[in-house]
């Protein structure tokens, strides 16, 4: 059974900085996509950041250098740092595995990912 849970969100000042956990049970990491996702109330979810293929990344433009997005198999960990926050960047945070490993023929899409978090609200203010 895949269990993905959350957590590190919060409420920060703009320029401000955050590292987001996911824990994975029942996902091997290797062989499979793993990724970030947000959803600012009114908007459709959107990916972020994701990590496939023995460490390969990928990041959405609006986040390129800002957003670094890693994995630690031996504790079967997803993490998001995020930097030089911007009120844009409120939203409510997925972590989603992907066990066709998507990611290298994909972009980071939603409907490739089967296993979802209940998500780690990051609030911030100018």
């Known amino acids: 059974q895949v269990k993905l849970v959350e957590s590190g969100g919060g409420s920060v000042q703009s320029g401000g900085s955050l590292r987001l956990s996911c824990a994975a049970s029942g996902v091997t990491f290797v062989g499979d996509s793993m990724g970030w996702f947000r959803q600012a109330p009114g908007k459709e979810r959107a990916g972020v950041a994701g990590?496939?293929?023995?460490?390969?990344?990928t990041y959405a433009d609006s986040v390129e250098g800002r957003f670094t997005i890693s994995q630690d198999n031996g504790k079967s960990t997803l993490y998001l740092e995020i930097n030089d926050l911007k009120p844009e960047d409120t939203a409510m945070y997925y972590c989603a595995a992907d066990f066709t490993d998507s990611l290298r023929f994909f972009p980071l899409l939603s409907h490739n990912f089967a296993a979802w978090g209940q998500g780690t609200q990051v609030t911030v203010s100018s």
């Open positions: 990590i496939y293929s023995v460490g390969r990344t």
